[in-house]
Structures are given as structure tokens and as C-alpha cells.
């Protein structure tokens, strides 16, 4: 979690929850940029790109980026082409610790307004309290 | 074959689900109860009943759940266990602050009293009944008739010995059926759980000729496709030609089955149905189709239920429950069917009611705002120690009231019009669907339409 955080970071989405709930799911870490007015949501998963993509799809509802995150061995085995035809990126997390951007995520049409600001009020409360 | 009317019976799990059977019996064929439920709360359950009874005229089943006191597969070791530690729970010890003891629930141990021996034995002794403690067939018939009777003639008696109710004991309708004690045919000793269940039938059906027997043929998954053992018991089934048969495959959910699988159950149905009403006792939409070929029923819960374990998995979290889609016939999370809006078209209100669903409950929750949609998924922190959110319980209310409904539609779909039509309506939904991101989830569409043809 720690490199991808300070991706995102690193990226300005200096707001950051981890675990954060989606209905039934938990984003594994979610980002605001207050600077670009953007959301980013990150799966991490070790191996099962698939599930990881099923789970990156519900999340554009709520985020303006989204990002599969996982170890180098198994960034290498994904179908890019796949992510890329549906805007999802992919970050490689390297044994250093550090991380290495394999596809930048698109925007997309599929986020919604109504869940989007829910997410970023969230936030901003769980930052506050 | 015999086609065969389409009837779905409620499941009653709980009395917190009463509501919903209160609500849309009307549109539902029976109700189901378990010899548990009824043990622990025969007041409740004998009023909620003779209730349903009189507003409604429909029938009701006590499933006597002898199957309970068996030896069963632990889900989690895959291994035969014989403890009945699955229908016991941990109990405070009196006088003991924070010490807990393994204890059978009381409502099991209550049933295992009234049903007499093996059942009080073996929760006496904590170890499951075997085939072999039904030492005679005298010891058959006497266990039988116990348990039958505790199902015919509980309610009654529950409503004789309450001076309020006395007066209308005579009015309380007998069960449509009785249901003969039953155990799961666990794999390791298959042939003799199943000579048992079937010496078990043909005492039920010998001892009690005043209402209609049915027989529970309670398997793994794995008995469906099992061509030796099958014939055994669909020969037996024959040979003691009860007024019905229910047939419960444990782990056997309709919606991830295999084509053999389906067309297993197909042949089971064609095969028993000529002799016997054949019920799922829990089906999905695959099953009330089946009807086309002589299914008679299926039963499963108000939250779905359509498959169900012999034993539950313990320790999982309240499972959320998800919206139904009538024309995938399947649940999925709200985020995933919002996911699908913008593939299938859905941008207004009016495209959701028309390609989604119409329901009275959608109409009412959607209204003139698309986003409302995602009432059916609210989530919270149920207490402030909470360390997940959850489902609320209105979110999930509407959830099951939208599955009811939508339940009672599908099965007078099924029961006008032809299976040639029902198969091709499947194939339609998966077309439609096909590029959502569903496409990989709605692969039971294509499956079901192949086996139904």
C-alpha cells in the first residue's frame, strides 16, 4: 500500500483514505487532488488481473482515474491492451519499493457526479476528524 | 411430459422475514417453515400460519430438518464430521462472567426431544445418528410417526392450549403434506444413507395415510450426476410412489452449474414427474422453467436463497443483499448494474423502467431521479464500533420486496408461455448484456436456454 500511496501522492492527490467504502466493496486506496479537481481510485491485487479489472470498472462510477496496482511479476502478465480499451491504468510496484507507471489511466464517461462528490465529502470528513 | 403449473413456496427463515411472507402471499402458491423455527417459536409460527391461512388459503410445509442431526461435510475442512456442531452455538455460563460453553441450540435440542429416539439420543451423546441406529423397522415406523406427527399436528395444539386461541384449533388447516424425515446422503457412505431415506419414505407413507406424504431427497451436487446412484434412489422414489418429491442438491446453484449438471436435473424431473410432483426445494428461475417438463415448484427464501448449503459456512458477515435482474434472472450489486447504464442506454428514469425493470417498488425508489437507484445499495455503519459498512436494512428491504415481486412475475411468465419461448428469451438477455460488464457473469443465460430447448 505505502509505494502506491506515495504514488498517488507524488501524482497530487495529497487527500488520500485507504479501504475506503464503495457500497459492498472497499477501494483499496482512494485520491483527491484538490489542485485538479480529480479523484483517483486504486486496486491492488497480487495476482488476478481480471478480478482487479472487474473491481477497477465499478470503481470509474466514483473516480476520474483508476489504477490496477501489483507486484512487478504479475504487472508483466496483463493484458494492457484490455485496460487500455476501458481507460484503466497500471502501476507496477517494484521490489524497491518504488513504482513504475506501465499505463497511465484515461478519463472516462462513466463517472457520476452524485458518487464522485459522496466519495470526496467522505474524505474531506475522514481528513477532518 | 407432463407440464406442470408453475408454483413457488416462501421459505420462511425467521420471524424478522414475516413481513415480507405477510405482504406478498397473495402472490405466491404455499409457505415453508422449518421444524426449528416452529420448535423455538410455536406461538409466533402457529399465529403467523393460521393468519396466512385465512388471508391468503395458501398451503403450508414444515420441513422437519432431521437432516440436522446427521453427520455432515464440514465446508471448510471438507471432512465428515459427526459432533453436530454445527446446530450447536456458545453459551454464557451462569455465574461464570466472560466463560462460554459449546451447547446445542435450544431450539435443536428442543426438536431432538420431541422427535424421540435417535434424534434425543444422539444429542445426548453428541454424535450424529447413523444409519445403523435405526435398529428395526419397528424403530422406523415409531421414529416416523413422532415426526410426522410433530408436523401435522404441533400447530394444532399450540393453538388448543392457548385459552385465546383454543376456539379456533378446529380451524387450523392441516399441512398440504407431510414431509417424511430425511438425511443428506453424505458421500462417504452414499448407499447407506440412501437405503436409510428410503426405509424412512416407505415407513412414512405406511404409518400416516390422512395427508399426502413427500418425500426430501437431500444429496451433494455431485449425487445429480451420479448415473448409479441416481437410479437407485429414482427407482426407490418409484417403488414408494409418495404424493411428491423435493429434491435438494446441496452446493448446486442453477446460475454456475455445468451443462451436465442442468441437464442432470432436466432428467430427473422427466423422469420422476409422470409418477410424482417433483419440487426444487431450493430453485431458481432454471427450475421454475423446468416446470415446462413436469417441475412442479420450487420454494427458496424472501432474500433469494435459491441455493443453499446442507450447512452454512459460519462466521461470514450479513451478506448484502442485490438487486435482481429479471431479464438475466440473477442478482448482481447495484454498482455493477449502474456500470451498465450507459452500455444498455439507461440515462432517464422512463429508459430504466422500460429496459431494467417496472416494478412497483423500483417505480416508487427511482421516481423521477435515476440516481435514486442507488437506494437499493445504501450503506452504513451499522454501530459506532463498526469496523465495515453494511447494507442498510431499508436498502435490503427493498432489495427482497423487488426480488418478490419480480419472482411472482417470472413464474407467471414461465406458466404462459412455452419453453421454446423461455429458452429464446435467455438468449435475447444475454445478447442484450453481452457488452456490458456483466457479459462474463451472465454466462448461465446461454446454458439454461441450451438445457431448456
Known amino acids: 500500500m505505502k509505494p502506491v500511496a506515495k504514488f498517488a501522492h507524488q501524482q497530487g492527490f495529497c487527500l488520500q483514505e485507504h479501504e475506503l467504502p464503495f457500497y459492498e466493496y472497499r477501494i483499496d486506496l482512494y485520491g483527491f487532488s484538490a489542485h485538479h479537481n480529480s479523484t483517483v481510485a486504486f486496486e491492488l491485487k497480487l495476482a488476478d488481473w481480471r478480478r482487479a479489472l472487474e473491481q477497477a470498472l465499478l470503481y470509474q462510477l466514483c473516480s476520474d482515474y483508476v489504477y490496477i496496482a501489483m507486484p512487478e511479476r504479475s504487472a508483466g502478465k496483463v493484458d494492457v491492451a484490455e485496460l487500455r480499451s476501458q481507460g484503466v491504468g497500471l502501476i507496477s510496484v517494484l521490489e524497491s519499493g518504488d513504482c513504475s507507471c506501465l499505463l497511465p489511466a484515461a478519463t472516462h464517461a462513466e463517472v457520476r457526479q452524485f458518487y464522485r462528490s459522496t466519495q470526496i465529502e467522505f474524505l474531506k470528513e475522514s481528513a477532518s476528524a | ?453
Open chain 2, 1 to 453: 411430459m407432463p407440464e406442470a403449473d408453475a408454483n413457488v413456496i416462501l421459505r420462511l427463515g425467521s420471524h424478522s422475514e414475516k413481513e415480507y411472507v405477510e405482504k406478498t402471499i397473495k402472490q405466491f402458491d404455499g409457505v415453508m417453515v422449518g421444524a426449528n423455527l416452529l420448535q423455538a417459536t410455536p406461538g409466533a409460527t402457529a399465529t403467523l400460519l393460521f393468519k396466512l391461512s385465512k388471508q391468503a388459503g395458501r398451503p403450508y410445509y414444515v420441513d422437519p430438518m432431521t437432516y440436522a442431526f446427521g453427520s455432515y461435510v464440514d465446508p471448510d475442512t471438507g471432512r465428515v464430521r459427526s459432533d453436530l456442531d454445527w446446530i450447536k452455538s456458545d453459551k454464557k455460563v451462569k455465574g461464570k462472567p466472560g466463560k462460554l460453553t459449546r451447547d446445542f441450540k435450544s431450539s435443536y435440542a428442543k426438536l431432538a426431544e420431541t422427535f424421540g429416539p435417535p434424534y434425543s439420543t444422539a444429542v445426548s451423546r453428541s454424535k450424529a445418528v447413523e444409519p445403523g441406529d435405526f435398529t428395526s423397522d419397528q424403530f422406523v415406523e415409531d421414529s416416523c410417526r413422532r415426526v410426522l406427527a410433530f408436523e401435522a399436528d404441533l400447530l394444532r395444539n399450540v393453538f388448543r392450549q392457548d385459552p385465546v386461541t383454543a376456539g379456533f384449533a378446529d380451524q387450523f388447516p392441516a399441512p398440504t403434506a407431510l414431509l417424511a424425515p430425511y438425511f443428506y446422503i453424505e458421500q462417504s457412505r452414499m448407499a447407506d444413507w440412501i437405503a436409510l431415506n428410503r426405509r424412512l419414505a416407505l415407513a412414512s407413507t405406511a404409518v400416516r395415510n390422512d395427508i399426502p406424504i413427500h418425500i426430501v431427497v437431500c444429496g451433494h451436487r455431485d449425487l445429480l450426476t451420479n448415473a448409479a446412484h441416481a437410479r437407485t434412489i429414482i427407482d426407490g422414489l418409484k417403488e414408494c410412489n409418495p404424493a411428491g418429491v423435493w429434491l435438494w442438491f446441496s452446493r448446486f446453484d442453477e446460475h454456475v452449474a455445468s451443462l451436465q449438471e442442468l441437464r442432470a436435473l432436466r432428467a430427473w424431473v422427466e423422469e420422476l414427474s409422470p409418477q410424482m410432483p417433483v419440487y426444487n426445494m431450493h430453485g431458481s428461475y432454471f427450475s421454475l422453467a423446468l416446470s415446462k417438463v413436469g417441475m412442479a415448484g420450487i420454494a427458496h427464501g424472501v432474500g433469494y436463497g435459491e441455493q443453499k448449503d446442507v450447512v452454512p459456512v459460519i462466521g461470514q458477515s450479513t451478506p448484502t443483499v442485490q438487486y435482481y435482474v429479471r431479464s438475466l434472472h440473477a442478482k448482481f450489486s447495484v454498482p455493477q448494474i449502474i456500470r451498465c447504464f450507459t452500455t444498455l442506454g439507461v440515462t432517464t428514469p422512463e429508459q430504466f423502467f422500460r429496459i431494467i425493470c417496472d416494478c412497483v417498488i423500483c417505480k416508487n425508489i427511482v421516481g423521477k431521479d435515476l440516481n435514486n437507484f442507488s437506494q437499493f445499495g445504501e450503506i452504513h455503519y451499522s454501530r459506532p464500533s463498526a469496523k465495515r459498512a453494511s447494507q442498510t436494512p431499508a436498502a435490503a428491504k427493498r432489495c427482497r420486496y423487488h426480488f418478490l415481486l419480480n419472482r411472482s412475475k417470472e413464474r407467471d411468465y414461465v406458466r404462459a408461455n412455452t419453453l421454446r419461448t423461455i429458452a429464446d428469451d435467455c438468449n435475447t438477455a444475454a445478447d442484450e448484456w453481452r457488452r456490458t460488464i456483466l457479459a462474463q457473469s451472465i454466462g448461465h443465460l446461454r446454458e439454461w436456454a441450451d438445457v431448456l430447448r
